[in-house]
């Protein structure tokens, strides 16, 4: 019988939905394991293969845990906000929800080809509305909400509010925006829109004047993981910086337990890294100098080396600092303007990166804490708004970027005496500058002698009694912003009062739906497109916000929700979350690793502090599986003509090498009708072949529409079988490696299946006896039952498959035929492919699917060498081995070395004085 792949998946793919193989409840009998892939965006064009690469691995894992009696939670879903969809709305006028629901339609399709173990009873879609409730439930939460560092948690914003009554800010340990302080009297004495208003200082989610990158093109704020080099990620739309007032949610103050509990997780030490980088710790302390002539106004900086304070000889405010406008002389003021009006067109990224150096004078001076010194107030845009306090004292005898300034603008540098283990820079090397006090060495007085460290840790302790100012620690994670002037995305469950007060909406309303509009363009007033939308307020005609919820939104939570995806009394039900608790292997793109995997420990960590579920942390274990690079073909077209020459001869014409459709190339051989086919203009084309074939050249590339590598999975399934693409997707090498896709060796793979299918099916018919298994084939079975146990226990599947490889070959060679190997065989390769180890499951009569059968275990026992190579040695040298059976006897060991032809010629007649034998070990012979 033939290896009929297209039957026989199409077969057990009806079997397995028609027996509900994969749906899974909670059950306390057997342990839970929770294997998640990131879900899709479910784009227009499909899946290509390097898509469920991922997928592929966990359920290869998933399955194999099942096997190893787990329950397992398999689930999938769709990313269905985003803005793709939308874009092509505005073209088309097609409504996003009918390109998604078609899109989606499209995934399923492929996805159902692979034979994923998914269980869709689970399926969510974030533009659902019964599951964008509860991403609108959470919000309303964070809303009302505060964090208390105190005790390290978010807490109710009536907590807090309770304390204003009474104590105003007093006595409050809490993260916040601004540092404001106010008495119990005068909150008493603000009316609710101002009461509201100083709140947003402290909610969870609130609203904020912050600068946000604003994208005109796609006419909305993007966050910064959405921003590279200036453009939008998406699209490549030029960025620029704006100030807006845009809902927030107030990630900063978790940094400290995102950052902490980061240690526990088993992710790769890179991605831990990013990680650490992007929350960015750092300890220093700010310091507070007062405005010259200002009255008792004050400029409050953050600084890592408050050691260096004697070294200070400027101040450098951020162009959007709120001091700027304090501190502009009216002299100076059309300078600042126009260099304002410079920076803003420039990224946070851009600044940071960038080594230009620019600047303007604010006209105003402070004076140094310490030495009482008049120090000048500049504006430059090295220093970030949204850091620190967003102003830096500079010392640019100690500081790189200070000291590029201080040569620009010809300003003095001062080095404070060295503490012990720092370089002193030559002052002779600093360039000649306008201020005769550069190059001045100064003694710093307190901390002279001090290594750094610990003139640091004393000069903190001197700034703090004296009054001068305090410790803090600094993160450079930022607050979300979270506000989209997009029509695609969750709208945000708050209204606008007759004062302009915003409130969250009551949860017995939620959801509250997407309206429909008539285009999904902003208005003609610059409005986001809801502001199109008719009826669009409550009941009592108070306006809804127009802006809507950002693509991470829908992803925060996912994870929770298909741990009880219908539950509509909540987001995730105490029992069925106490049951899974978290995810256990998280697999996808390292892309991911400083957005959705910050925003989704954050979101997990507030609904934690909530009491709504019992872990701190959401994934376990991460594996980011790497990109699979498209191979791209080429043809040479002969300047001119219409005539395309092999690559091995293409140097000997003038050529220009054209991206040809992979799809139209076999092993690199063209197929010459298909390419005439393939655009008109090569109709007639001509070709000069080498040894009558029309070979292409090739490149590693992005897998991308434009380079047409593009290799879609439904036509390897179709010429293959899902089981071959399965294999091969593992084949290809190391699951983390990014690599290239290369259809040529897919063969191979294929073939191996064949080769496996021939040991249970003849010509003539089965061909699996009940005769029992020789020790050889046992050995052959337990090798690979071991290999493959610890292979995929580490993620390493493209050794598994070799090892199934090398498997088949021994039990060919020994024409195995026994279900005592082929059985077990067939669970192994299960996770693998799942198809054929389902059918030859069943064609060796067993009834029940094999996706629930039991792993195999390795008996050690079988894989122990029967014999020895015994080193034989003579006076304590060596002179040959010997093989002899394990359980040899020292009597029999001895009678067999003594007698064997080799020994005769050492022991030259004699008779030995003492043979030594060490069983197992070595043999030695005393003459
Ligand atoms: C004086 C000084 C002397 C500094 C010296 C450094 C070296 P990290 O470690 O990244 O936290 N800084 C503070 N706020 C800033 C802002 N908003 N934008 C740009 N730079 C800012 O860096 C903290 C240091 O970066 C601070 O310490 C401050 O410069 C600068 F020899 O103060 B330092």
Redesign the pocket.
């Known amino acids: 019988m033939e290896y009929n792949f297209r039957a026989i998946e199409a077969r057990w793919q009806a079997y397995w939905r028609a027996e509900d193989v994969y749906r899974v409840t909670e059950d306390p009998s057997r342990p839970p394991y929770y294997v998640l892939d990131m879900f899709p965006y479910p784009s227009g064009a499909g899946l290509h293969v390097g898509h469920p690469l991922g997928y592929i691995a966990s359920d290869i894992f998933a399955r194999y845990k099942r096997l190893r009696g787990f329950n397992v939670l398999h689930p999938m879903g769709y990313d269905a906000f985003g803005l793709p969809a939308e874009q092509y709305a505005i073209q088309t006028g097609q409504h996003p929800e009918v390109t998604t629901t078609e899109n989606i339609r499209r995934y399923r399709e492929q996805l159902d080809q692979i034979g994923f173990s998914f269980d869709w009873s689970r399926e969510v879609r974030t533009s659902d509305p019964e599951y964008y409730k509860w991403t609108q439930w959470v919000f309303i939460k964070l809303f009302h909400s505060y964090y208390n560092n105190a005790t390290g948690k978010a807490a109710p914003i009536s907590e807090l509010i309770a304390h204003f009554e009474t104590e105003g800010t007093k006595g409050i340990n809490v993260a916040e925006s601004d540092a404001l302080s106010f008495t119990a009297e005068e909150w008493r004495s603000w009316d609710k829109k101002k009461q509201m208003q100083t709140l947003m200082n402290y909610r969870l989610a609130y609203l904020g004047e912050t600068m946000v990158n604003w994208c005109a093109a796609l006419g909305t704020v993007l966050a910064n993981d959405e921003v590279q080099d200036g453009v939008s990620v998406r699209g490549g739309h030029p960025v620029e910086q704006k100030k807006m007032q845009q809902w927030c949610l107030r990630v900063s103050a978790y940094a400290g337990r995102l950052l902490d509990s980061l240690n526990d997780l088993e992710w790769s030490e890179s991605l831990k890294e990013s990680q650490r980088n992007w929350i960015?710790k750092?300890e220093?302390a700010e310091v507070r100098f007062p405005l010259v002539g200002g009255d008792g106004a004050e400029l409050t900086?953050?600084?890592?080396?408050?050691d260096?304070?004697y070294?200070?000889t400027f101040m450098?405010l951020?162009p959007e600092s709120d001091y700027v406008p304090m501190v502009t002389t009216t002299e100076q003021q059309a300078a600042v303007d126009e260099y304002l009006a410079a920076t803003r067109r420039r990224t946070e990224r851009d600044r940071l990166s960038d080594r230009r150096v620019s600047g303007v004078f604010s006209g105003s001076y402070a004076t140094n804490p310490l030495t009482g010194e008049a120090i000048p107030i500049w504006i430059s845009d090295?220093?970030?708004?949204?850091?620190?306090?967003?102003?830096?004292?500079?010392?640019p005898?100690?500081?790189s970027?200070?000291f590029a300034f201080a040569r620009h603008f010809g300003l003095p540098i001062i080095q404070v005496v060295v503490p012990e283990g720092e370089e002193a820079t030559d002052p002779a090397t600093w360039e000649e500058s306008k201020d005769s006090k550069s190059g001045v060495l100064i003694n710093s007085g307190i901390i002279t002698g001090l290594s750094v460290t610990d003139a640091i840790a004393k000069m903190k302790a001197h700034i703090t009694s004296e009054g001068l100012g305090q410790v803090k620690t600094?993160y450079?994670l930022r607050d979300a912003i979270f506000s989209r002037q997009r029509y695609w995305g969750e709208p945000f469950p708050i209204y606008y009062d007759a004062d302009g007060t915003a409130h969250t909406i009551s949860e017995d309303e939620l959801p509250l739906c997407l309206p429909e509009v008539d285009k999904f363009l902003p208005t003609s007033d610059g409005q986001p497109p809801l502001g199109r939308a008719k009826g669009w307020h409550t009941a009592e005609g108070f306006p809804y916000e127009l802006s809507t919820m950002p693509g991470f939104a829908g992803s925060s939570a996912y994870y929770l929700r298909y741990m009880d995806p219908h539950n509509d009394k909540a987001l995730v039900g105490r029992d069925k979350n106490a049951y899974w608790r978290h995810v256990d292997l998280y697999v996808g793109g390292a892309e991911h690793a400083t957005g959705h995997l910050i925003y989704s420990r954050f979101w997990n960590k507030f609904v934690y502090d909530l009491g709504l579920v019992v872990e701190d942390e959401p994934f376990r274990k991460l594996v980011n599986q790497g990109m699979i690079q498209g191979r791209s073909n080429f043809v040479y077209r002969i300047k001119d003509t219409n005539t395309f020459v092999s690559l091995g001869l293409k140097d000997q014409y003038d050529t220009t090498p054209i991206h040809v459709d992979v799809n139209i190339v076999y092993n690199d051989q063209l197929d010459l009708e298909a390419f005439r086919a393939w655009r008109p203009e090569y109709a007639t084309a001509d070709f000069i072949l080498e040894d009558g074939k029309y070979i292409c050249g090739w490149a590693v590339e992005k897998m991308s529409k434009s380079m047409y590598n593009v290799v879609n999975p439904d036509m390897i399934v179709e010429r293959y079988g899902a089981d071959t693409l399965r294999l091969y997707e593992m084949f290809l090498g190391p699951l983390e490696q990014s690599k290239p896709w290369d259809t040529n060796g897919i063969d191979g793979v294929h073939r191996f299946l064949r080769k496996l299918w021939g040991l249970y099916y003849s010509a003539d018919g089965l061909r699996v006896t009940d005769t029992p298994a020789t020790k050889e084939e046992l050995k052959s079975l337990h090798k690979l039952i071991r290999k493959v146990t610890q292979d995929v226990e580490q993620f390493s599947f493209n050794t598994s498959v070799a090892a199934f490889m090398i498997c088949i070959n021994e039990l060919q060679g020994m024409k195995t035929a026994s279900r005592e190997v082929l059985q077990p065989l067939l669970i192994l390769l299960a996770p693998f492919a799942p198809h054929i180890a389902e059918e030859l499951w069943h064609a060796i009569g067993e009834e029940t699917t094999i996706v629930a059968a039991q792993w195999p275990e390795c008996d050690e026992k079988l894989l122990v060498e029967d014999s020895f190579k015994y080193p034989v040695s003579f006076n304590g040298k060596t002179r040959f081995t010997i093989e002899l059976p394990r359980e040899a006897s020292q009597d029999e060991i001895r009678e067999a070395v003594l007698s064997a032809d080799e020994a005769q010629k050492w022991l030259e007649g004699k008779t030995p004085k003492k043979v030594i034998i060490v069983l197992g070990r070595i043999i030695n012979i005393v003459l």
């Open positions: 960015g750092s220093g900086v953050f600084t890592t080396r408050v260096t304070i070294g200070v450098v951020a090295y220093v970030l708004a949204g850091y620190g306090t967003g102003a830096v004292m500079a010392v005898a100690h500081d970027r200070d600094n450079r």
